[in-house]
Structure formats: structure tokens, C-alpha cells
């Protein structure tokens, strides 16, 4: 099984930054892919951010030009740098990993407030 543990999240001005980390158990390398979803109350979970084996990077629109996703394979940690955040950001992200199966972080609370 891939464990995956989340960190980085918290309260934080409009405007500001946050990192978070997902850290795994094992190597990353033998994840085909992984990739950052929030979930807004009452709205329904999406993806905001992925990054599969092969180095493809993909993002939802809204979050383009703001968010980064990096994976570092020695320390087996993929990484979500949000700059410039929005209240439309406030949500519970969660790490995925895919591979044979799913799997999913016990997510971690974002609040973009003034």
C-alpha cells in the first residue's frame, strides 16, 4: 500500500503563499502518477494539479500561472507551491497517488482570509 502524508497547509492573507508537501512511503518512482485535488464545502473534489512518471504537468485553469507542482524522488515527496492565493482557494487538499490502485492523503485544510 502507498501512504501518502500531507503537510503545509494553514491560514493565510489573500495574496499570500503557501507550500504544501506530500510526502510517500517508498519510492516515487513506481507511481505512474500523482496529483493535488481540493475540496471546497458543499463543491465537489477536484483536481488542480498533476504530475505523472514521465514529467507531464497539468493544472486546472484557475489555478494556472499561481500554482506549481514538483516532485523530488530522493526525498519521495511531491510538492504544491501556491502563490498569490485567492479566497476561491480556501479548501481541504488532498494528495493522490495512482498505481495499481488509488490512493488518497487525509488532506490538509487551506484558509485564504483577510
Known amino acids: 500500500q502507498v501512504q501518502l502524508v500531507e503537510s503545509g497547509g494553514g491560514l493565510v492573507q489573500p495574496g499570500g503563499s503557501l507550500r504544501l508537501s506530500c510526502a510517500t512511503s517508498g519510492s516515487i518512482f513506481s507511481i505512474a502518477y500523482m496529483a493535488w485535488y481540493r475540496q471546497a464545502p458543499g463543491k465537489q473534489r477536484v483536481m488542480v494539479a498533476s504530475i505523472t512518471s514521465a514529467g507531464r504537468i497539468s493544472y486546472v485553469d484557475s489555478v494556472k500561472g499561481r500554482f506549481t507542482i514538483s516532485r523530488d524522488n530522493a526525498k519521495n515527496t511531491v510538492w504544491l507551491q501556491m502563490n498569490s492565493l485567492k479566497p476561491e482557494d480556501t479548501a481541504v487538499y488532498y494528495c493522490?497517488?495512482?498505481?495499481?490502485?488509488?490512493?488518497w492523503g487525509q488532506g490538509t485544510q487551506v484558509t485564504v482570509s483577510s
Open positions: 493522490f497517488a495512482g498505481r495499481d490502485s488509488g490512493y
